[in-house]
């Protein structure tokens, strides 16, 4: 009977604690989460823990737009659908859990929680780190991944921020459409990054071998693809990895309509990509 409590007391507990935090997923979604961390404690060994996690999601469709749904804001979790960014996003949130040696659901939604939101508070839209540059700084500080970038890198240009995508197209996001009082608060903060500059790989650089000062990059890094036109920051964000000696990306790829690791090298990729300027890069912070 003891144990027959416990348990219904563990499982209430369970239930309003994601109830707190307001969760869509599915039960699917759960259990997958459960199955990737205890695999996890024998199957990673020493392996960069956010290309392990990576690499669970080969395969997976790419899904635009999972997180527009409702008109309230609530985390979203789906583990059956990503795009580049909630695949970033899954990705460090396991490997947050795994670094921390928690194994639960609800852990991951803190971590995801932690990740997604401004100061790590989820309250409506405007509190959701849409654009990278705020990701990557609100993540830094919260000490959850740091840009390795450096003073004397030889292949370092300098990206200023110009960023009013949003404001400047409201009709093109469900939530600023319908609640118009959001679209000032999102303009403000887009105005407080105007004219921030950081390091960045040159595109051209993306070429260079391993053994070359590129080989700062390791395989995890999370790297996002830079533009400089368009009101935006970036276009596409995945992870690096390399491969006989040149970088790649595993990432979710709306061209092949699934998360992939690219056989073409990343300078292959990325010459492609005409308004792409180079790369910006993050590793996840670990003790």
């Known amino acids: 009977m003891m144990t027959k409590w416990m348990t219904t007391l563990l499982a209430l507990t369970f239930i309003l604690g994601m109830q707190a935090q307001n969760v869509e997923y599915t039960k699917a979604d759960s259990a997958l989460v459960v199955k990737l961390l205890t695999d996890a404690q024998t199957q990673r060994g020493k392996e960069n823990r956010v290309f392990y996690f990576g690499k669970k999601f080969l395969g997976l469709p790419y899904v635009a737009h999972t997180l527009e749904l409702g008109d309230t804001e609530h ?39 932690k990740i997604r939101f401004r100061d790590g508070k989820m309250t409506d839209y405007t509190s ?58 999102i303009k403000g903060y887009e105005q407080a990054t105007e004219g921030k500059q950081f390091h960045y790989i040159l595109k051209q650089d993306l070429s260079w071998q391993a053994g070359t000062p590129l080989s700062m990059v390791k395989d995890g890094d999370i790297v996002a693809m830079l533009t400089d036109s368009d009101g935006l920051d970036t276009r596409h964000i995945g992870i690096a990895f390399w491969k006989n000696g040149k970088l790649h990306l595993l990432h979710a790829s709306s061209l092949y309509k699934k998360v992939l690791m690219s056989q073409e090298t990343f300078y292959e990729y990325e010459k492609k990509q005409a308004k792409h300027t180079g790369i910006r890069v993050f590793r996840l912070v670990e003790p």
């Not at 928690?102 to 995801?112: G, I, P």
């Not at 890198?153 to 110009?162: E, I, L, M, N, S």
């Open 75 to 113: 985390l979203i979790v789906n583990l059956h659908g990503l795009d580049c960014t909630t695949f970033v996003e899954t990705v460090v949130a396991l490997s947050m859990c795994d670094m921390q040696n928690l194994r639960t659901f609800d852990d991951f939604c803190k971590n995801l929680t």
């Open 128 to 185: 959701r780190l849409h654009y990278f540059t705020w990701w990557a700084e609100d993540n830094e500080r919260k000490g959850i991944v740091k840009d390795i970038s450096i003073d004397d890198a030889p292949f370092f240009g300098t990206q200023t921020v110009h960023i009013n995508y949003m404001s400047q197209h409201p009709t093109l996001y469900k939530q600023l459409k319908n609640h118009p009082e959001f679209v000032p608060v």
